[in-house]
């Protein structure tokens, strides 16, 4: 049995990817949809032509991700695409965000990412393919996302690591980068602040990003930034000392 696996997926970017997956007829015998919303899971699958799988789990706690292990383990498939979607951030400093919210943050977008695709690796062949959500965040620190920053700079470094190491197997991994989407991201992300001005510029729609992201993983790139300003962004942070584009940031809040 062929599975396509998508985290995150009641909503914003994980949605996206499963309604354009099946809008492509992309070929599998199954999707596996996890998120926390049943209900929404639910209304989901009923848009989609594949047989659907749904997890109504909670990826941050270690006895729901053994749920997804045990049922791995009972239908053994292959899994074909891994979408880690499943994420979210605080926008605020750091002393203004409980310690709690801070850990659950780092929780859910490294550790259950990284056990995601720990899980899945052993049933994952030749050709199958990962894709890795993170964020033009992750380019540089961030001051007042300075956690969420944190944790999808893991992502990337993970992420391109282990693209090294499975190259041999021929298991391809597309660590995705986008900038602002008009999700439901910001309504959770700023109860504590708002985000950088620029980001009303920047703002883009999770369709564009999804297939930009799709195309790159058809292609095998390990990297998918949409937009002219993110990519100029990425060149940015790359060709600057950090150190000068925190002093710049400071004036242009």
């Not at 994980?14 to 209304?43: C, P, T």
């Not at 300075?146 to 391809?172: G, H, N």
């Not at 990003?209 to 998918?224: H, M």
Request: hydrophobic share 40%; net charge positive.
């Amino acid at each position: 049995m062929n599975i396509i696996v998508i985290t995150g997926a009641s909503s914003g970017l994980g949605r996206e990817f499963a309604l354009q997956l099946n809008k492509m007829h992309y070929v599998a015998d199954e999707v596996w949809l996890i998120a926390r919303r049943s209900d929404r899971l639910e209304a989901l699958s009923k848009e989609l032509s594949y047989p659907c799988e749904r997890l109504t789990i909670d990826l941050s706690k270690e006895e729901d991700l053994n749920q997804y292990k045990k049922l791995l383990e009972k239908k053994n498939p292959v899994i074909q695409i891994l979408i880690n979607c499943a994420g979210f951030g605080y926008v605020g400093g750091f002393q203004t965000i409980s310690y709690e919210q801070q850990s659950s943050m780092i929780d859910l977008n490294c550790r259950a990412l990284s056990q995601m695709t720990y899980l899945s690796l052993p049933y994952m062949k030749e050709n199958s393919r990962i894709l890795q959500l993170a964020s033009s965040a992750a380019f540089m620190p961030q001051p007042g996302f300075a956690v969420y920053a944190a944790s999808k700079a893991y992502v990337l470094s993970f992420s391109r690591a282990i693209t090294e190491e499975l190259r041999k197997q021929k298991i391809y991994v597309t660590t995705v980068c986008p900038g602002p989407i008009r999700t439901e991201f910001f309504e959770l992300a700023e109860q504590y602040g708002s985000s950088f001005t620029l980001k009303k510029y920047t703002m883009v729609e999770a369709p564009q990003v999804v297939k930009a992201a799709l195309q790159a993983s058809k292609r095998k790139k390990e990297l998918s930034v949409y937009g002219i300003p993110m990519k100029c962004f990425f060149v940015i942070s790359k060709i600057l000392p950090h150190k000068l584009l925190l002093v710049l940031l400071r004036f242009m809040k």
